[in-house]
């Protein structure tokens, strides 16, 4: 078959590339929780992304490198997959060495597979990408973890004086950012991705949870995403301030939006973790949550890269 291919051309595209991953939903590790991902500011280049077509114009596949996580997101329609997976590689090879001396650039960029998804771990070992399951200290893994609303959510109110609620729209996006990059140690989010989010077409202002300290500062946050197509929810991210840990306002927040989720009609929840992530993993397993795709992380280098 012929495809066609180009860059990434605005908010009609996204909404396609959106639709591409709802269909191949079985195939892919993010699908719901895309407008997250693709608010992060990845797609302010449009030659960061690509997409293919078939000959009758339809959306085959897509690849982005999302600059944020330092890592390679795409989606293929699993007639198009053998034609198209290794040509997507090699779009993404060619597209992050341009970027290498720019403030765009990575020394390194990272892809994520299904274990079983043999072709695509063939062709991620043939593009240089190398499993980083077994690499010493710096070994990575992860897990995609599902539940059903057959499954009553267990209910924690938050400690005395703290409050859970939703977000306070754009102007409460500096302290998000804040408790965020505190959460994470990382400076990554930024306040033009958080804004972004909340306006995204698919963005749910009740799903966006944030726990309140009596002072007034934010401690801890659970942001959920649902489809109603599909009737499937995700949590993406959720995190909590160092300095509140001992409050387990993680499983207060996860319990809030995994309810909400639940009243909207969200028939299955998904959630990714790092199986290094003990606490993480613990809290989602306690939730009911269950692995149902161990996900191998691959990496490519251009430059070496001190840890």
């Not at 719901?32 to 293919?52: H, I, K, M, Q, V």
């Not at 897509?62 to 997507?88: I, K, N, R, S």
Request: proline share 4%.
């Amino acid at each position: 078959m012929e495809f066609s291919q180009r860059s990434f051309q605005g908010e009609i595209d996204q909404r396609l590339m959106e639709d591409l991953a709802c269909q191949t939903l079985a195939a892919n590790l993010h699908v719901t929780d895309l407008p997250y991902r693709f608010s992060s500011g990845a797609l302010n280049d449009p030659e960061n992304a690509r997409l293919w077509f078939d000959r009758h114009g339809q959306l085959a596949a897509w690849a982005v490198l999302q600059v944020p996580f330092w890592t390679l997101d795409y989606v293929c329609h699993t007639a198009a997959e053998a034609e198209l997976h290794a040509g997507m590689l090699a779009w993404a090879d060619q597209r992050a060495r341009a970027a290498l001396e720019t403030d765009q650039g990575h020394p390194c960029w990272f892809a994520n597979v299904f274990s079983g998804q043999a072709d695509r771990i063939r062709d991620l070992e043939g593009a240089g990408y190398q499993w980083q399951g077994e690499v010493g200290e710096n070994s990575l893994a992860k897990v995609l973890m599902r539940r059903t609303s057959q499954t009553s959510t267990k209910v924690y109110l938050p400690p005395a004086g703290f409050t859970v609620r939703p977000l306070a729209g754009m102007d409460e996006v500096p302290d998000y950012v804040a408790l965020h990059r505190a959460a994470f140690g990382s400076t990554t989010m930024t306040e033009e991705w958080r804004a972004r989010t909340l306006r995204h077409p698919n963005y749910q202002p009740d799903l966006d949870i944030v726990v309140e300290t009596p002072d007034g500062r934010l401690a801890a946050f659970c942001i959920c995403w649902f489809d109603e197509a599909s009737r499937i929810g995700r949590v993406e991210p959720l995190g909590c301030h160092q300095d509140f840990r001992r409050f387990a306002l993680g499983r207060v927040t996860l319990s809030d939006g995994l309810r909400r989720l639940q009243s909207r009609g969200a028939e299955t929840i998904y959630v990714e973790t790092d199986v290094d992530r003990n606490t993480a993993l613990r809290l989602y397993e306690s939730f009911d949550f269950q692995v149902i795709h161990d996900v191998l992380v691959y990496r490519i280098d251009y430059a070496k890269v001190e840890w």
